[in-house]
């Protein structure tokens, strides 16, 4: 069996593990309040999605 001849030192194995991060999940801005929201959702904001309300607005009460 293949057995390490050196002791892998930490900046080399950081080196292999520097591309690991998460990516910025990728937002859009809604038409009808200009808040951030994920694209292809329902904007938690206002309630539109496609320019037609689909959830109606309670905060405005």
Not at 6 to 22: E, M
Not at 32 to 38: A, V
Request: with cysteine; glycine share 4%; hydrophobic share 30%.
């Amino acid at each position: 069996m293949a057995v390490p001849k050196r002791k892998t030192s930490k900046a080399r194995r950081d080196k292999r593990r520097a591309n690991w991060k998460l990516a910025i999940p990728g937002m859009v801005v809604c038409p009808q309040c200009r808040e951030y929201k994920m694209p292809h959702r329902i904007c938690s904001a206002c309630g539109y999605y496609n320019g037609k309300e689909v959830i109606a607005n309670t905060q405005e009460a």
